[in-house]
């Protein structure tokens, strides 16, 4: 239980810019897993499922990092056009 509550107390706390298509991915993996199990294709669905475990794991480390790295370039962005809006 100690990991699940790790996934639940780190990916919470994330923006929804790194959080909404993690999860979207995620569910699009699990998904995909439960249906490739009813065509009896039991090796692609249990690596569907450890593919959402790598990405749940990875947004709960790195996310913070994404999140921080996403902003300073929407940031450079607007700084950029405001620049060109000026000239």
């Known amino acids: 239980m100690d990991i699940i509550d790790y996934l639940i107390t780190h990916i919470s706390e994330l923006p929804w810019i790194v ?3 993690g999860l979207g991915l995620i569910a699009f993996l699990l998904l995909r897993s439960f249906m490739q199990v009813f065509t009896l294709r039991w090796i692609k669905s249990a690596t569907n ?4 475990l790598i990405i749940a794991l990875g947004m709960a480390r790195f996310g913070g990092d994404i999140a921080e790295f996403i902003k300073s370039k929407q940031e450079t962005r607007v700084e950029n056009i405001e620049q060109t809006q000026q000239n």
């Open 19 to 21: 959080k909404g298509p």
């Open 49 to 52: 499922v450890v593919y959402a």
